[in-house]
Structure formats: C-alpha cells, structure tokens
C-alpha cells in the first residue's frame, strides 16, 4: 500500500448549541457549549484561530478573542476536532501537523484528489496538462453576478481531475481498492459574493466501495 506525508486533514466540525461572551475576564473571550471537546484541536472565531482555549468540561470550553477581533461583531464560531472523518460533518484543511505523519487508503485518495483539483496547468514541468486550475479561476477578478459561472467551472474542473486520476492509476497495480477512485461528484457548490469564497462539497467514492466527502472553501 502507497503511503504519503499527510497534507490534507478533513477534520470533525463539532456541533455547537451556544455561545456567550463572558463577563469580566481580560482579554475579550468567549463560553462556548457544544457536542464533544474531549479531542478539540482549534477554535476558530470569524475564521481566525483562537490564540488561548480552555476546555471545562467535554461540552463546555473558554476560547480567547484573537486581538485583532477585540472591537469586532462575532459571528461565527467554529470547534474543530482532531478527530479525522470523511463526513458531511468534516472540513478540510491544509497544513503540517506539529508531527510528520502519514496518510494510506480513502484518505490519501482525498489528499491526491483536492492537491490535483488545486493545481495549476502548467505547473508540473513532468505533466504540464494536469491540474483542476481552480485556484487560478477564483484568484481573477469577477463580477458579483458570475458566481454560478464560478460554480459551472468548479464543476467542469472536478470531472476533469477524475479523468485524470482514472488515468494515472489505471497503469498502477500497487493501489489497494481504497485508494483507487471509482468515481468523483459535486454534491453542492454555492459562491459566497461576500467573501469571494466558493463553498463546496464532492463525494469521492473508491473502487472498494467506500465513500468520502471533501468538504472545501476555496
């Protein structure tokens, strides 16, 4: 079985039932009541991580404001776990952990398929044709009214990368059938005029039979 540093963590998005700032403590900071914090990795408010997390109780924690949002309105809170999962409960991020560590099987099928769908054509001096190209798409300059010709090419850009995946991996015989794709699919894609973002989540189903969801903001 192929083995890759892993790169790409879809990490578990805890469900949250409220939050409150809380009265009386310097630096500005948060009382969040949720799920499960027994494995919480990073508390991030209004996409910032928290510089300073306190964990109470495994549904109670005390997240410090980062500095730069002290005058701010806050309006989202995210908790995420450490716990890897491929649901529609995860989201996935791209970073080193604080340790080197590895990645086999559905995983490592998600992390070469989002690395591809990130690449740029012409980049890989080895195989200039590969690559989805989304990031040079979302990095131009485009009206408000073009998010759904945003999301049209997001698609197009997913079909191609399977395409290219089914390519590449029919001429390798050490892939185990976790690692194989069987067939890739956009399951939703909506454009955030606001943040220039696009939201998206695509389904990656391996010829074992098992299913995976990628759930990006790009």
Do not use: H, W
């Not at 806050?74 to 996935?92: F, G, N, P, Q, Y």
């Not at 300059?141 to 759904?148: A, V």
């Amino acid at each position: 079985m192929a083995i890759d540093l892993q790169v790409v963590f879809p990490q578990e998005v805890v469900d949250l039932s409220s939050v409150r700032p809380v009265a009386g403590i310097i630096p500005r900071s948060i009382e969040v009541v949720g799920k499960d914090f027994r494995a919480v990795d990073e508390v991030r408010i209004n996409g910032v991580a928290s510089p300073d997390v306190v964990v109470l109780s495994p549904n109670r924690l005390i997240a410090q404001v980062p500095e730069l949002l002290r005058y701010d309105t806050l309006t989202s809170v995210t908790v995420l776990s450490a716990a890897l999962t491929t649901t529609d409960r995860s989201l996935l991020r791209f970073r080193l952990g604080t340790t080197a560590s590895k990645t086999t099987g559905i995983l490592r099928l998600v992390q070469i398929f989002v690395k591809l769908l990130c690449t740029t054509p012409g980049r890989d001096i080895f195989a200039p044709a590969l690559g989805g190209g989304v990031l040079k798409r979302l990095g131009l300059t485009f009206g408000r009214d073009e998010g759904g010709a945003i999301i049209s090419d997001f698609i197009i850009a997913v079909s191609n990368v399977q395409r290219q995946i089914l390519a590449i991996q029919a001429g390798n015989r050490s892939l185990s059938r976790d690692e194989r794709l069987l067939s890739a699919r956009v399951v939703s894609a909506a454009f955030n005029k606001a943040e220039g973002a696009l939201v998206v989540s695509i389904e990656l189903l391996s010829q074992a039979g098992r299913a995976a969801l990628a759930n990006l903001t790009v």
